[in-house]
């Protein structure tokens, strides 16, 4: 399989009046035709940024310093609004965290699935785009989308705002959708089953998928691959099976750990001491070190580097250097 | 539901009703105790040479010799008659008095008012358009500095140049002298005034207009929009100008005062013979029955505005 | 000690009225108990009534029926708060919440016994306060008396209780972390000495390692005070980590009440059924012990 998507050394950051904000630092990470990526970090990690950088929709404040985005080999770094307009929803389109600030407000649901069929299939006329896009809210799951399109949507519940959405980002066939928290804004039940909905629509448009998610449950479920995010960088990335039981960075072991799932009731939960930096004062060396239980010396003065495991699993810790101590691996 | 509507409407008449009462009032005794001579208005230079026993005989004859409630009660039977009394000044029937001139105030302010929403509506999407770039930095600075200006200081600056110096616009009426049916003339005297209440009223509105919209774009459904693939103009207009209009109407129809307010200062400077002048001459020279009408007129129109526009927003409930 | 109990929501019903002729339910015929030393997790969806049920609890809302009685039970401790003549109102042992008259009568030792922490600390502290106003108001307003001499020395103990140190008391809340704030709601509501404390989604809106150490500090500070709990929630695993036990919400009406660890292992309603399936479960291990990086 080609790679379809590939970042290169990619780092933005934002003007703030405390200075400058570093959101992403140096981050690469590639995609496969076909594949589902988690991006799993805590708020403020720069997971977000990272897909509306791919996508350029950053606010003004922001300046991508450096690094490269290549599509299909082509590099769109440079890419002005005018070319992006032509990329976005054909080539890769977008889902956001809260559905019901990503709908607008005063147009019904059908015409804003509409919209989005008629700019990328150019010379339908009205009742084919309304039947394209009926389809469309058909295969994301909404029940009798021909009575559903007149709705607005306050009318509609979260679920289904999220499958509007979605049924919106699909209608220009894109090649990788960006997912941006999707579930987190819904309810348990609802967020199995649009989590379970994606999974479908994925394997049955054989479509990429980036999706960011704080939450390791819900990456677990839908994700081939994980790359974790700890303040503006990837600090692990591997197979779904490569995190989940073989974690090496102390920081996705300690999410893992901290999870309340398999902890006794009412005995104590694992916790990461601390708290991120902010990226507006990194501090030197490695970004997680204060927190690092297992933290070097070297970590304080350096950073680290990507350490290769596999050849699909990555993570940056100088735990993985030759010269490291041999330190005993938290275990259960 | 009906009868909800009805029991709705009734209570709106009569809240209606009770405004305009409590208006009335306020103004009659506010007038009355203000220093000056009603006498003068309609007598004119003729009071100074009066003696004592003809200024009674003259008071008694306007009804101004029993106390003010008297009067009040007697002017509020006549006016729930649809009796208004005369004009001191006209020494006609005041309806007449205002019919002659209601023409001219409603052009400039009907004028004034469609050009200061459009110009602005306009004015604040080229800003929005261009957020925080050089054409819209220009334009709000420029707009700051004309929205500080004074209405009645523009108006003599703009009588000064055009019309006296350069003597390319007319500076005051509404028409050349035995031209009332002629447009070109009326047009002509409509520019300085409309130039004035244009400036002076456009960047209020221009600026919200230019906000509102930048709040929309800050939404997360034009992220959206940018993501499906619309470029800045739709999303600009099939967005966020239509998210932006509502409020801007109904915040267009909360402002009418505002703007009639402007256009009874422009009208006094330019002495374009209107409502507004009119208002400003009973004032100041005590035409009693003139000035009730005008004052209810006005308060009126402001409090129609109003409810308007709390009706526009209960069923704009979305 | 453990199975008295402390509140009693009999058949608690509250109706909305968002438009005209329209009525929400949107707590219908709600009734359990809270025991003394428990922690109670109450679950469910948005919009099924469960930060209604905390309001009405915590006296926000008047409730359209049912009884929320609040069991008081050492009269010693109490008698700071009524005046010498009050003695009928002191022997009183239980306290109907939600009528209006008994409410009066017993409003500020109520106010003081029963506290809330909200879900969204930005906003739910005054931002033009510092902490150590933040904290200190309610015992001003109380008239409670410092017992560690003032009412800064209380603050600061209450604030290292939460987790955190003195530096912070001359700050305001937006100069701290989400979950900063959310230990200062928690100090703020455990130096009134608590005997009920509602915690509305408390940490749904903060970071997962920081859920973690939120969630920590509320099992050991109640095993420290022995107040009881409610614990408002929509995360499954984490109501699950911390609830004595636990009542599930369905539509405004309670559908099951269980203990914790019964509930998730045999749910007995469908709609519990649904929730305990679709919590997302990764299946990970450890590495193995004698592994090396």
Same mark, same amino acid.
């Given at each position: 399989?080609?790679?379809?998507?590939e970042?290169?050394?990619?780092?933005?950051?934002?003007?703030?009046?405390?200075?400058?904000?570093?959101?992403?630092?140096?981050v690469?990470?590639?995609?496969?035709?076909?594949e589902?990526l988690?991006?799993?970090?805590?708020?403020?990690?720069?997971?977000?940024?990272?897909?509306?950088?791919?996508?350029?929709?950053?606010?003004?404040?922001?300046?991508?310093?450096?690094?490269?985005?290549?599509?299909?080999?082509?590099?769109?770094?440079?890419?002005?609004?005018?070319?992006?307009?032509?990329?976005?929803?054909?080539?890769?389109?977008?889902?956001?965290?809260?559905?019901?600030?990503?709908l607008?407000?005063?147009?019904?649901?059908?015409?804003?699935?509409?919209?989005?069929?008629?700019?990328?299939?150019?010379?339908?006329?009205?009742?084919?785009?309304?039947?394209?896009?009926?389809e469309?809210?058909?295969?994301?799951?909404?029940?009798?989308?021909?009575?559903?399109?007149?709705?607005?949507?306050?009318?509609?519940?979260?679920?289904?705002?999220?499958?509007?959405?979605?049924?919106?980002?699909?209608?220009?066939?894109?090649?990788?959708?960006f997912?941006?928290?999707?579930?987190?804004?819904?309810?348990?039940?609802?967020?199995?089953?649009?989590?379970?909905?994606?999974?479908?629509?994925?394997?049955?448009?054989?479509?990429?998928?980036?999706?960011?998610?704080?939450?390791?449950?819900?990456?677990?479920?839908i994700?081939?691959?994980?790359a974790?995010?700890?303040?503006?960088?990837?600090?692990?990335?591997?197979?779904a099976?490569?995190?989940?039981?073989?974690?090496?960075?102390?920081?996705?072991?300690?999410?893992?750990?901290?999870?309340?799932?398999?902890?006794?009731?009412?005995?104590?939960?694992?916790?990461?001491?601390?708290?991120?930096?902010?990226?507006?004062?990194?501090?030197?060396?490695?970004?997680?070190?204060?927190?690092?239980?297992?933290?070097?010396?070297i970590?304080?003065?350096?950073?680290?580097?990507?350490?290769?495991?596999?050849d699909?699993?990555?993570?940056?810790?100088?735990?993985?250097?030759?010269?490291a101590?041999?330190?005993?691996?938290?275990?259960? | 539901?009906?009868?909800y509507?009805?029991?709705?409407?009734v209570?709106?008449?009569?809240?209606?009703?009770?405004?305009?009462?409590?208006?009335?009032?306020a103004?009659?005794?506010?007038?009355?105790?203000?220093?000056?001579?009603?006498?003068v208005?309609?007598?004119?230079?003729r009071?100074?040479?009066?003696?004592?026993?003809?200024?009674?005989?003259?008071?008694?004859?306007?009804?101004?010799?029993?106390?003010?409630?008297?009067?009040?009660?007697?002017?509020?039977?006549?006016?729930?008659?649809?009796e208004?009394?005369?004009?001191?000044?006209?020494?006609?029937d005041?309806i007449?008095?205002?019919?002659?001139?209601?023409?001219?105030?409603?052009?400039?302010?009907?004028v004034g008012?469609?050009?200061?929403?459009?110009?602005?509506?306009?004015l604040?999407?080229?800003?929005?358009?261009?957020?925080?770039?050089?054409?819209?930095?220009?334009?709000?600075?420029?707009?700051?500095?004309?929205?500080?200006?004074?209405?009645?200081?523009?108006?003599?600056?703009?009588?000064?140049?055009?019309?006296?110096?350069?003597?390319?616009?007319?500076?005051?009426?509404?028409?050349?002298?035995?031209?009332?049916?002629?447009?070109?003339?009326?047009?002509?005297?409509?520019?300085?005034?409309?130039t004035?209440?244009?400036?002076?009223?456009?960047?209020?509105?221009?600026?919200?207009?230019?906000?509102?919209?930048?709040?929309?774009?800050?939404?997360?459904?034009?992220?959206?929009?940018?993501?499906?693939?619309?470029?800045?103009?739709?999303?600009?207009?099939?967005?966020?100008?239509?998210?932006?209009?509502?409020?801007?109407?109904?915040?267009?129809?909360?402002?009418?005062?505002?703007?009639?307010?402007?256009?009874?200062?422009?009208?006094t400077?330019?002495?374009?013979?209107?409502?507004?002048?009119?208002?400003?001459?009973?004032?100041?020279?005590?035409?009693?029955?003139?000035?009730?009408?005008?004052?209810?007129?006005?308060?009126?129109?402001?409090?129609?505005?109003?409810?308007?526009?709390?009706?526009?927003?209960?069923?704009?409930?979305? | 000690?453990?199975?008295?109990?402390?509140?009693?929501?009999?058949?608690?019903?509250?109706?909305?009225?968002p438009?005209?002729?329209?009525?929400?339910?949107?707590?219908?015929?709600?009734?359990?108990?809270?025991?003394?030393g428990?922690?109670?997790?109450?679950?469910?969806?948005?919009?099924?009534?469960?930060?209604?049920?905390?309001h009405?609890?915590?006296?926000?809302?008047q409730?359209s029926?049912?009884?929320?009685?609040?069991?008081?039970?050492?009269?010693?401790?109490?008698?700071?708060?009524?005046?010498?003549?009050?003695?009928?109102?002191?022997?009183?042992?239980?306290?109907?919440?939600?009528?209006?008259?008994?409410?009066?009568r017993?409003?500020?030792?109520?106010?003081?016994?029963?506290?809330?922490?909200?879900?969204? #600390?930005?906003? @739910?502290?005054?931002? %033009?306060?510092?902490?150590r106003?933040?904290? /200190?108001?309610? +015992? &001003?307003?109380?008239?409670i008396?410092?017992?560690?001499?003032?009412l800064?020395?209380?603050a600061?103990y209450?604030?290292?209780?939460?987790?955190?140190?003195?530096?912070?008391?001359?700050q305001?809340? #937006?100069?701290? @972390?989400?979950?900063? %704030?959310?230990?200062?709601?928690?100090?703020? /509501?455990?130096? +009134? &000495?608590?005997?009920?404390l509602?915690?509305?989604?408390?940490?749904?809106?903060?970071?997962?390692?920081?859920q973690?150490?939120?969630?920590n500090?509320?099992?050991?500070?109640?095993?420290?005070?022995?107040?009881?709990?409610?614990?408002i929630?929509?995360?499954?695993?984490?109501?699950?980590?911390?609830?004595?036990?636990?009542?599930?919400?369905?539509?405004g009406?309670?559908?099951?009440?269980?203990?914790?660890?019964?509930?998730?292992?045999?749910?007995?309603?469908?709609?519990?059924?649904?929730?305990?399936?679709?919590?997302?479960?990764?299946?990970?291990?450890?590495?193995?012990?004698?592994?090396?990086?």
């Open positions: 399989m080609s790679e379809l998507l970042v290169k050394d990619l780092s933005v950051s934002f003007d703030t009046p405390q200075g400058e904000a570093q959101a992403v630092r140096d690469s990470f590639s995609l496969k035709s076909g589902v988690a991006v799993v970090g805590e708020s403020g990690c720069g997971k977000s940024v990272l897909c509306k950088t791919v996508m350029k929709l950053l606010p003004p404040s922001a300046k991508i310093k450096s690094g490269s985005i290549l599509v299909n080999g082509t590099d769109i770094i440079g890419y002005q609004e005018r070319d992006m307009c032509k990329l976005r929803g054909k080539l890769f389109s977008m889902v956001f965290q809260d559905p019901m600030a990503s607008n407000p005063s147009i019904p649901v059908g015409k804003q699935v509409a919209e989005a069929v008629k700019i990328h299939q150019k010379g339908l006329s009205k009742k084919e785009i309304y039947k394209r896009a009926e469309l809210m058909r295969l994301t799951g909404i029940a009798c989308p021909e009575e559903h399109m007149k709705w607005y949507p306050h009318q509609f519940s979260g679920g289904m705002r999220q499958r509007t959405v979605m049924a919106i980002a699909l209608a220009g066939n894109p090649k990788i959708v997912a941006d928290e999707p579930t987190t804004a819904l309810d348990v039940a609802v967020q199995a089953q649009i989590l379970d909905m994606f999974k479908k629509l994925q394997k049955k448009l054989g479509m990429a998928v980036v999706f960011v998610t704080h939450d390791l449950g819900v990456a677990a479920r994700a081939d691959r994980i974790v995010m700890y303040a503006g960088k990837i600090v692990e990335t591997g197979t099976e490569e995190i989940f039981y073989d974690a090496r960075h102390p920081y996705t072991l300690g999410l893992l750990r901290s999870l309340p799932m398999y902890a006794e009731p009412k005995g104590e939960l694992y916790t990461i001491p601390g708290m991120p930096p902010s990226p507006l004062s990194l501090p030197k060396g490695d970004a997680f070190a204060c927190r690092n239980e297992y933290a070097l010396k970590d304080y003065e350096e950073e680290p580097p990507m350490f290769c495991i596999s699909t699993h990555y993570a940056a810790t100088w735990l993985l250097d030759k010269r101590p041999k330190l005993p691996a938290p275990y259960r | 539901m009906v009868r509507r009805l029991l709705d409407g209570k709106k008449v009569f809240l209606f009703l009770f405004s305009i009462f409590l208006l009335s009032a103004v009659f005794f506010i007038s009355r105790l203000a220093p000056g001579d009603p006498l208005s309609y007598y004119g230079e009071v100074e040479r009066m003696g004592i026993q003809e200024r009674v005989w003259a008071e008694e004859k306007l009804g101004l010799k029993d106390s003010v409630w008297v009067q009040y009660i007697r002017w509020l039977g006549n006016a729930i008659r649809g208004f009394g005369i004009s001191y000044k006209y020494k006609m005041v007449e008095v205002i019919k002659g001139r209601i023409g001219n105030t409603l052009l400039l302010g009907g008012f469609c050009l200061v929403f459009l110009l602005a509506l306009l604040g999407i080229f800003c929005a358009w261009h957020e925080n770039r050089m054409p819209d930095r220009i334009v709000c600075t420029l707009g700051t500095i004309t929205s500080c200006i004074p209405e009645f200081w523009l108006s003599l600056l703009f009588i000064f140049i055009f019309s006296t110096n350069l003597k390319w616009l007319p500076g005051s009426g509404a028409y050349a002298v035995g031209k009332a049916d002629d447009w070109g003339s009326r047009m002509e005297h409509l520019i300085l005034p409309l004035v209440l244009v400036v002076s009223h456009i960047w209020y509105y221009a600026y919200m207009v230019r906000n509102r919209i930048l709040e929309e774009t800050g939404t997360d459904y034009v992220l959206l929009a940018k993501a499906k693939g619309l470029n800045k103009r739709q999303i600009m207009f099939h967005h966020c100008l239509r998210n932006a209009i509502p409020s801007y109407l109904s915040m267009a129809a909360a402002s009418v005062p505002h703007v009639l307010g402007g256009t009874y200062i422009v009208e400077v330019f002495s374009y013979p209107g409502i507004g002048t009119l208002s400003y001459e009973s004032a100041r020279y005590k035409d009693y029955n003139l000035l009730m009408l005008l004052s209810i007129l006005s308060g009126a129109f402001v409090i129609l505005c109003n409810m308007a526009v709390q009706k526009g927003a209960e069923r704009d409930g979305r | 000690m453990k199975d008295e109990i402390l509140l009693d929501v009999q058949k608690l019903s509250h109706k909305f009225f438009a005209r002729k329209m009525e929400v339910k949107a707590v219908d015929e709600v009734s359990f108990q809270i025991r003394r428990e922690i109670f997790g109450l679950v469910g969806e948005s919009g099924s009534g469960k930060s209604t049920i905390a009405c609890i915590m006296n926000i809302y409730p029926g049912g009884k929320i009685i609040f069991y008081t039970g050492n009269c010693q401790e109490r008698r700071g708060f009524f005046n010498k003549k009050d003695m009928a109102v002191q022997e009183a042992n239980s306290i109907d919440v939600c009528d209006p008259k008994e409410f009066r017993h409003r500020r030792m109520l106010l003081a016994k029963r506290q809330i922490i909200f879900q969204d #600390s930005s906003s @739910s502290l005054n931002p %033009r306060k510092k902490i106003e933040i904290i /200190a108001e309610p +015992m &001003k307003i109380q008239h008396a410092p017992v560690r001499g003032s800064c020395a209380e600061e209450w604030l290292n209780q939460a987790g955190l140190d003195g530096s912070v008391l001359e305001y809340p #937006s100069e701290l @972390s989400g979950g900063q %704030r959310q230990r200062v709601a928690i100090a703020r /509501a455990l130096a +009134m &000495k608590p005997e009920l509602v915690a509305d989604e408390p940490i749904a809106s903060l970071d997962v390692s920081v973690a150490q939120i969630m500090l509320f099992l050991q500070l109640q095993k420290e005070h022995g107040f009881s709990f409610l614990f929630a929509h995360d499954l695993l984490a109501v699950k980590f911390l609830c004595d036990r636990v009542g599930v919400l369905w539509r009406k309670l559908v099951e009440t269980a203990p914790s660890k019964e509930l998730f292992e045999n749910p007995c309603h469908p709609y519990t059924k649904t929730l305990a399936a679709s919590i997302p479960v990764p299946h990970f291990r450890l590495r193995q012990e004698g592994d090396v990086w």
